[in-house]
Structures are given as structure tokens and as C-alpha cells.
């Protein structure tokens, strides 16, 4: 096969369609009546976010900038779920208007909605609305906020998800449709689902609604050894949230990001040069942190490496490996008692689709060049940018 320059990523397609006919297989036979709504900030590469629509998915977009992403990559407002805090009142105004679904995150969205409501009298609108609640509680030891609370939505607890239900069922022609119960959470438990469709029929049953959906958000495992996969997790959800909720009129969404690209994307880097400075080896690479953590939050990766050659290397007690930017915190991790590794070796990180070429920087290198892999083709969907991409938009 044709060797490729250095660094760059890499989809594999085949895998892909695994993890996307994996999902919809157990949606299906879970609970019939669903929706995907891709998490378009967790990968918005444009070939990828155009794949999910092909595949039958909706765009979960949490700003202007997504919304107006995925409107040129031609999803309909039908066909966005716009969550989060930080939306502008036109794009909200328009997936209202026209039948997509817009998940109610604060105070000021419900100001906009009553002045849509009196410029639209006599349209019906249907809403959703982002549940706070202590999910903490509930799985102790599992959220990513712990003790203290998640930021998003109308808290549970203190009273103004009440005060925000009372203020959306007094607005003539604004009907409650949805809840919204994403939850970020540490182990991507199985349990975490369960408790969030649990809280879900708990609500449906204390405030009396009738919603025509569910939106247990994001957030599940996907692709890793002894973890869960997308058939442990819906026939559990949809067991618990049976107990409210009929498939037949209350439709589940689901947000998935990391569990659908995480596994079939890599990223390759090679070694340029090795140095030692005092009693410490770096071994320099093409690629960066900032390529692979870029919330430098990582304490491992998944990693091989193909040597340039055959020959035997002599065995070096730590390398410390290294990415391409001038910053010293720029360090992947270190390799204690391996093989030393030499220019033209290739470093190649498994699992890196999610939250990496979408927060990569435009620092020192700019975005590296995307491909897709199918068999022995690889087909390149997004170029290596160029200044000319750099400056585009800029003034003289
Ligand atoms: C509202 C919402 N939906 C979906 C996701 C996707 O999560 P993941 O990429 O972990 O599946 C997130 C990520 O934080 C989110 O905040």
C-alpha cells in the first residue's frame, strides 16, 4: 500500500457500518420506536456528520455554528435536535417552527419561546425540556460532577423544573412533548442508563405528562474490551422506561458520539527524532497531544508501534514520547523497558475519534488530513489544510 504522509487519521469504514448497524439493531429490537441524533460536537468532521444522515440519523447540534454546520451539510430543521446553553434565538426559533425538536436548557429560552408564542398566535409548538436532577445519588462514585451538580437544564431539586413546567403549560399553544436527561458520566454504566430512564418515568408519573419522547442523550461505551456495548445497554433502558411509556407513542432519541466513531478511528504518527537530554530520552513525533487529548485528560492510550525496520533495537529503560508543538506539557506518555525507537517508526493510537479532530488546534501544524479505509482503498476526506485554508475569511 502506498505510504502515506505522516500525521494523519483514519476511519475505518467497515467498522463504522459495524458500530452503526450494532446501534440500530439493538434500538430496534429494544424499543421500535427510536431516533439517533448523531452528537455532532464529538466528531463534526463533514464526511462523517453527512454519513450519519445517509444512515437515518438526526444532527444533535449545541450552538448556532453546529446548527448552521449541519443545515449546509442538508439536514432539515425537521431533522436537528438542538440541545444545551448555548443557543441563539433564530436557529431556536427556526427548529421550533419547523417540527424539530429543541430541548429547553434556561430561563432566557423560555423568554424567547413567549415571544414566539405572541408573534405565532394560533401555532401549536412543542417543546422539550433539559432535566437537572442528582444522578449522583442515584449511581454514587459514577458522574463526572460527583457532589457537586451538572451545569445544564432545569434542577430537579430546587424547585425550578416546576417553576419552568408551570411557565411553558400557562403559554397558549406550547404543548411539553419531551424530556432531556443526558447526564455525563465516569464509567458509562449500564446502571447510569437505567437510573436516567428510571428518573424519566418518575417524572412522567409525578407531573402527569404526555410526552412524545425521551431523550436519554449521550454518553455510552463503545468498542472497548470488557466494557458495554450498545446491546447491553437499550434492552435494559427499555425495560425500565416500559413501565411509563409505550413505544407506541413515545419515541426514544438517543445521542450517541464516542460510542459510534471512537473505535474505528486511529490516528498516525511517526517518529522524526529521538534525543537525550540528561538522563531522559525523547522521542519526537509528527504527532501531538493536542491531536489526541486536546482536554489533556488522558492517562492512557491505545497504542502500537511498526517499526521502519526489522532490525533488533536495544532495549531503553524510559523514552519519553513526545508531539511535534513547542510546549513542554506536549508529552503522550513514557515507555519503561521497551524497544528504542528511531526515526521513520510509526506510532499509531487506536480509538481517537471522539472529542479529538473536531477540538484539534490550529496550532504550529494545522488540521491534519483525514482518510477512510476500506480493504487496501484509502480515500481521503479531508484534506491536509494549507495556509490558504488558514487565512480564509480573514481581511487584509
Ligand atoms: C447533550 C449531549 N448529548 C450527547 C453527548 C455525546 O456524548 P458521547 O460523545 O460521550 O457519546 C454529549 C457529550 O457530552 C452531550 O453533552
Not at 442528582?134 to 460527583?146: A, F, K
Not at 506536549?330 to 521513520?344: V, Y
Request: with cysteine.
Amino acid at each position: 500500500m502506498e505510504q502515506l504522509k505522516t500525521p494523519y487519521f483514519v476511519i475505518d469504514g467497515p467498522v463504522l457500518d459495524h458500530y452503526m448497524d450494532m446501534l440500530k439493531t439493538s434500538l430496534e429490537s429494544s424499543w421500535g420506536n427510536y431516533q439517533i441524533a448523531y452528537s455532532v460536537k464529538t466528531n463534526s468532521l463533514p464526511w462523517l456528520v453527512k454519513y450519519v444522515k445517509e444512515k437515518g440519523a438526526f444532527a444533535e447540534v449545541v450552538s448556532n455554528d453546529e446548527y448552521l454546520l449541519v443545515k449546509y451539510l442538508g439536514f432539515s430543521d425537521g431533522e436537528i435536535v438542538y440541545n444545551g446553553p448555548y443557543k441563539e434565538k433564530g436557529s431556536f426559533r427556526s427548529v421550533l417552527l419547523e417540527g424539530g425538536f429543541v430541548n429547553m436548557d434556561s430561563v432566557r429560552e423560555i423568554d424567547w419561546l413567549e415571544d414566539i408564542v405572541s408573534e405565532n398566535p394560533g401555532k401549536d409548538i412543542e417543546v422539550g425540556i433539559r432535566v437537572n436532577f442528582n444522578l449522583e445519588r442515584m449511581c454514587p462514585g459514577e458522574t463526572e460532577m460527583g457532589r457537586t451538580s451538572g451545569r445544564f437544564g432545569f434542577c430537579l431539586e430546587n424547585g425550578n423544573f416546576d417553576k419552568a413546567l408551570t411557565r411553558l403549560h400557562a403559554l397558549k399553544g406550547v404543548k411539553v412533548r419531551g424530556l432531556h436527561l443526558h447526564s455525563s458520566s465516569k464509567s458509562r454504566s449500564v446502571d447510569i442508563y437505567k437510573s436516567i430512564a428510571a428518573m424519566a418515568c418518575d417524572i412522567k408519573k409525578k407531573y402527569d405528562l404526555d410526552l412524545s419522547y425521551v431523550d436519554i442523550g449521550g454518553g455510552y461505551c463503545g468498542g472497548l474490551e470488557g466494557r458495554p456495548e450498545y446491546p447491553d445497554y437499550f434492552p435494559e433502558i427499555a425495560k425500565v422506561l416500559g413501565r411509563a411509556f409505550d413505544p407506541e407513542k413515545t419515541k426514544l432519541i438517543v445521542e450517541p458520539g464516542i460510542s459510534l466513531i471512537s473505535k474505528c478511528t486511529s490516528f498516525v504518527s511517526s517518529v522524526y527524532d529521538a534525543r537525550d537530554i540528561r538522563e531522559f530520552r525523547y522521542v519526537m513525533t509528527d504527532g501531538s497531544r493536542f491531536n489526541l487529548d486536546p482536554t489533556m485528560i488522558k492517562s492512557s492510550y491505545i497504542y502500537e508501534v511498526e517499526k521502519a525496520d526489522s532490525t533488533d533495537r536495544r532495549i531503553l529503560d524510559r523514552q519519553i514520547v513526545s508531539g511535534y508543538t513547542c510546549m513542554e506539557t506536549d508529552r503522550m506518555f513514557t515507555i519503561e523497558g521497551g524497544e528504542e525507537l528511531l526515526p521513520g517508526d510509526k506510532l499509531i493510537y487506536h480509538n481517537v475519534g471522539g472529542y479529538t479532530m473536531s477540538l484539534n488546534p490550529l496550532f504550529i501544524q494545522y488540521f491534519p488530513p483525514v482518510y477512510v479505509k476500506d480493504g487496501d482503498e484509502m480515500k481521503l476526506v479531508r484534506r491536509k489544510w494549507e495556509p490558504k485554508d488558514y487565512v480564509a475569511g480573514t481581511m487584509e
